[in-house]
Each structure stands twice: as C-alpha cells, then as structure tokens.
C-alpha cells in the first residue's frame, strides 16, 4: 500500500473527507490523482463509491468491511514504520523536527497535508 493510499484510507476513516473533491482537498493532491488513489483502493476492496440521493454527480466514500478490518493492522504498519525511522531520535528531538518541518511547512503554505 502506498503512503497515498494509506492516508486516503485514514481520512475516509476519519470522515474528514466522504467525497472525492473533498479528499482531493484535505490531501492536497489533484482530483485526477485522488481518482487513481482511489481507484486502487477500490480494487483492493477497501472502499465503496455510491452516488449522493441528494446530487447524482456527488460520489460518497467509505470503507468497506474489509477496509474497516484491514484498518487497525495497517495503523501498526504504519506506527512501526515511523518507530523504525523516527527511532534514533529523542523525544526532543522529535519535537524539534516536528517544529522545523511544521515552520517550512507553513513558510510554503503547505497546509492542507495531513501528517497524522
């Protein structure tokens, strides 16, 4: 599962996005992209698309069962990968890295990334 992947599953946990645009939106990626992101996961069955009753052009997302199942094993993944890399660092400095890329971040106004 790619990194994209991983966190459009997690968003759509999340409801923080249950449309494409929206997703497309708080990944800061194009709608194009979130299609195919999307599109991954749909084959993997992890999501769901259904039109909106309220406007037809309006797809809504969510997890699937499996999706949901798969969720917990793949936050582990995910937790342990950031173990293995984030590993060598201490709390500090964690913190302070966490400062500088928050500060380049923001110097860029790159704020629609999610980084949890």
């Not at 966190?7 to 979130?34: C, K, W």
């Not at 069955?45 to 094993?73: C, F, H, N, Y």
Request: charged share 25%; hydrophobic share 40%; no cysteine.
């Amino acid at each position: 599962m790619s990194v994209a992947e991983w966190v459009a599953l997690n968003q759509i946990s999340q409801a923080a996005a249950s449309t494409p645009a929206g997703l497309a939106d708080a990944m800061d990626m194009t709608r194009g992209a979130i299609s195919k992101v999307l599109d991954k996961l749909q084959s993997k069955g992890l999501i769901s698309r259904a039109t909106s009753k309220e406007d037809s052009r309006v797809q809504l997302l969510a997890l699937t069962q499996q999706g949901k199942r798969a969720l917990p094993e793949l936050t582990t993944v995910a937790d342990g990968n950031d173990e293995h890399f984030f590993g060598a660092l201490g709390a500090n400095e964690r913190a302070t890295l966490r400062k500088l890329l928050k500060k380049l971040a923001d110097t860029h106004q790159m704020h629609n990334i999610p980084v949890d």
